[in-house]
Each structure stands twice: as C-alpha cells, then as structure tokens.
C-alpha cells in the first residue's frame, strides 16, 4: 500500500550489509549482482480490494533502490520495468499464487542474462534460450491448494518449455 518507508539508518544497514556479501563473494572470485523483482500486489494493484487503498506510489523497494543507486556500488539489477513490460503481454504470476509464472520467470531470466553479459565475458555470446510457450487449465495453486480447492479455482496456466532440449 506504499505505507511503510525506510528510515535512513535502515537504509545505511541494508547498504553495509550488501556490500559486505559483494566483498566477501568478490574475495572469492565470484560477482554478486543482487536482482530485485516486484511483488504480485505491486504488479497487480487494480485487483487489491478497495479496502487496502494505495497510500503513496512509493515503496520501500523504491527507497532501497535509489539508495542503492546513490550510495553504494553493489551491482544492481531492478527487474520491475523488465516484469512490467512482460505483463502487459501476457500475465506473468499466477493467478492462484503469489509466485511468478514461466512468462514472468523468462523475462526475468533475459534480463538477467543481458546484464551478466555487460561484465562478465563469458556471457557476452550467450544467447537466451530458446523456448515454445502453451497454455492448460491447471488445478489452483497457493492458497486453493492449502485449502483443498485445487479443484475449485482452476487457473489458465502460461507455460514455456525449451524449444529444443540439450542432449
């Protein structure tokens, strides 16, 4: 609902421990590129009930963001444009859960791909994977399936499966 905010030293723990796992993953000789992915409410807001109004178009995720961006060298990649984009195509959680679907999971993937590429060289060539995308009914997920009604809240289903699979 946009009601919680970062308090600045909050802001200041989140920086220094983010850059302490960059630093120590660094030593080692691995990059640590941290990947941000909005929640389903925040990609999805028109379906919240009107009883939960949106209080500001900030988030924390916005504060931590810009931040970020500021005030720290931890390798970033905010992937709410890259989803956002993807939705209007296509959904990209499903609907019965609160996790993304393949679409989402895909344009996430690319996204990811891209940026690994623009510092690690082994990447540079790597072209994403090809896939073919279909659609099913499936049972519900999430909260349907805890309660036992799989069944009773079906969901269309938007599935990706590698075009052609590596031997």
């Known amino acids: 609902r946009g009601t919680a905010r970062f308090e600045r030293a909050e802001l200041l723990s989140w920086g220094r421990v983010l850059a302490e796992r960059q630093r120590w993953l660094k030593e080692r000789g691995i990059p640590y590129l941290l990947v941000l992915v909005p929640n389903k409410h925040r990609l999805y807001g028109q379906y919240m009930p009107d009883s939960l109004p ?57 996204a990811i791909l891209q940026k690994l590429a623009q510092k690690l060289p082994v990447f540079e060539d790597q072209a994403p994977v090809a896939v073919r995308s279909f659609e099913r009914t499936t049972p519900g997920l999430g909260l349907p399936r805890i309660v036992g009604l799989s069944n009773a809240y079906p969901e269309r289903s938007f599935d990706l499966a590698v075009a052609e699979p590596r031997g």
């Open 54 to 110: 949106k209080v500001s178009e900030r988030s924390q995720l916005d504060d931590l963001v810009d931040y970020l961006r500021a005030d720290s060298d931890v390798w970033l990649l905010d992937l709410r444009g890259t989803v956002e984009g993807a939705a209007r195509q296509k959904r990209v959680y499903h609907k019965t859960d609160t996790h993304w679907n393949d679409v989402g999971a895909y344009a996430e993937y690319r």
